[in-house]
């Protein structure tokens, strides 16, 4: 019989020994896969597993292919919690974890969650003074513009408008104190304000410096 060292022995007895530790378990896992309604994948829900044998929740997030799971837990029984924003939240209860073992959770199907939010109603009357805008303006429709003492021109609508004046400065009118000569007028977005009509200019002093126009004389037109 082959006889080895006495160290040789000691040498093998600690390495059976940690062997024997390292192949030793002492958790378990959960897995799982989560899809939707229609059969897709539910990406980017929140899982939260809980139980008696953790302290505390243990959460992951599912996956682009709805694909979750959580490792290294202590052998036990657990509840899984399941939530989105766009389903209803799911609970799975009572799902036991082994020893060395993973705990496969089937397609788990998740319905998809409505919100049905409260009907407004607002009984508040608007102020005839608004003290937020500097906005005005007026609706009126084809009959009642047919039936009002006016030219048929769009410059004599805006005279019905408020804080709108009679102007005597060769425009039908001003407004909120402006000279009619001021004003501009807009179509659809299209500036349709006769450039003969619109002679105030805006002076800008030739040491401004803006684009690189030092030193040069720009002038701007102004806008009523």
């Known amino acids: 019989m082959l006889s080895l060292p006495r160290t040789w022995c000691v040498a093998l007895i600690l390495l059976l020994l940690a062997t024997a530790v390292s192949a030793q378990q002492t958790t378990g896992n959960i897995e799982g896969h989560l899809v939707g309604e229609d059969g897709?994948?539910?990406?980017?829900?929140?899982?939260?597993?809980?139980?008696?044998?953790?302290q505390g929740n243990r959460g992951v997030m599912t996956t682009s292919e709805g694909y979750f799971g959580v490792f290294k837990l202590p052998a036990g029984i657990y509840t899984v919690t399941i939530s989105h924003v766009s389903y209803s939240t799911l609970k799975?209860?009572?799902v036991v974890v082994a020893l060395g073992k993973t705990t496969t959770l089937k397609k788990l199907a998740m319905s998809t969650q409505v919100y049905e939010a409260e009907t407004i109603i607002i009984t508040d009357t608007r102020p005839m003074l608004d003290a937020t805008t500097t906005d005005i303006g007026a609706n009126l429709t084809a009959k009642e513009f047919g039936d009002l003492p006016l030219d048929r021109d769009y410059r004599n609508i805006s005279a019905l408008l408020p804080m709108a004046n009679q102007s005597f400065l060769g425009d039908e009118v001003n407004f909120?104190?402006?000279?009619?000569?001021?004003?501009r007028y807009y179509v659809d977005g299209v500036d349709v304000t006769d450039p003969g009509r619109v002679p105030k200019r805006t002076e800008v002093p030739h040491r401004f410096e803006a684009a690189g126009l030092t030193g040069?004389?720009?002038?701007?037109?102004?806008?009523g």
């Not at 994948?41 to 953790?54: H, I, K, T, Y």
């Open 216 to 223: 040069q004389r720009l002038t701007v037109d102004g806008l």
């Open 40 to 54: 897709k994948p539910v990406q980017f829900a929140n899982v939260v597993v809980s139980g008696p044998e953790l």
């Open 176 to 183: 909120s104190g402006a000279t009619g000569m001021e004003n």
């Open 92 to 94: 799975v209860e009572k």
